[in-house]
């Protein structure tokens, strides 16, 4: 069974920047593509980006899309997302999610792995 874990949330200021990372230990990390998600208290689990096996082709949320890069790291079997110009609004834990299929999807429901998530708070 796969495991993922996040790592490097934290309380920021809004305008700061974080970088999160999430090391996978599912087989061949490089077979799988990879998302973040977030999810606020009262809301639902949301997508926030996604990046292909070869790291060629990302996808985001439209309110991030100028603010968040993912990236990945094949041979450290670790995936990114570097968090620039945080609001409070990005507010979340934020979870990273593996899925053994080639192409991006926005839907949580289809990654069948998932980490603990890690907390990240932005204050105004």
């Known amino acids: 069974q796969g495991q993922l874990v996040e790592s490097g949330g934290g309380l920021v200021q809004a305008g700061d920047s974080l970088r999160l990372s999430c090391t996978a230990s599912i087989g061949t990390f490089s077979t799988y593509t990879m998302g973040w998600f977030r999810q606020a208290p009262g809301l639902e689990r949301e997508f926030v980006a996604a990046i292909t096996r070869s790291g060629t082709v990302k996808d985001y949320l439209d309110s991030v899309k100028d603010r968040f890069t993912i990236s990945r790291d094949n041979a450290k079997n670790t995936v990114y997302l570097q968090m620039n110009s945080l609001k409070p609004e990005d507010t979340a834990v934020y979870y990273c999610?593996?899925?053994?299929?080639?192409?991006?999807?926005?839907?949580?429901?289809?990654?069948?792995?998932w980490g603990q998530g890690t907390q990240v708070t932005v204050s105004s």
């Open positions: 999610a593996a899925r053994g299929l080639a192409i991006i999807n926005s839907d949580p429901n289809r990654y069948p792995y």
